[in-house]
């Protein structure tokens, strides 16, 4: 990240590597990102958010689409081999 031009050069288009890229966009910055593999496919896993992770897409501006997309979990956590919660997520 140098220059006037305010240039940024990303690597790995993963989410982390995405939302720093929206980010600098946001913020009137050229950017480029490189990502080695050849397409994004589905990976057959569902990915769970939990409040800071909504609160991030938020100040993406991408809250309202995330909740769109997603659905509503009431009750997650994990539970032992005999079903009892070890922790619970409302
Ligand atoms: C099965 C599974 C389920 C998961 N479920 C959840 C969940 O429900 N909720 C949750 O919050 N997290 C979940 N995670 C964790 C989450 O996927 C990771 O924390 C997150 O993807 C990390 O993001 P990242 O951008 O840091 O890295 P990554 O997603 O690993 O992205 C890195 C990217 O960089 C690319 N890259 C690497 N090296 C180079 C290079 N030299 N040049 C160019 N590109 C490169 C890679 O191809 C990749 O696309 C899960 C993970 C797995 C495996």
Known sequence: MTGSA????????GVAGLAAAASML???WSVTVLEQAPEFTEVGAGLA???NGLSALAGLGLGDTARATG??????????E????????P
């Open 26 to 28: 946001q913020q009137g």
């Open 82 to 89: 005999r079903g009892d919660w070890l922790m619970r997520i």
């Open 49 to 51: 958010l939990t409040a």
């Open 71 to 80: 659905h509503r979990l009431h009750m997650a956590g994990t539970m032992n």
């Open 6 to 13: 305010d240039t940024a050069l990303v690597v790995g288009g």
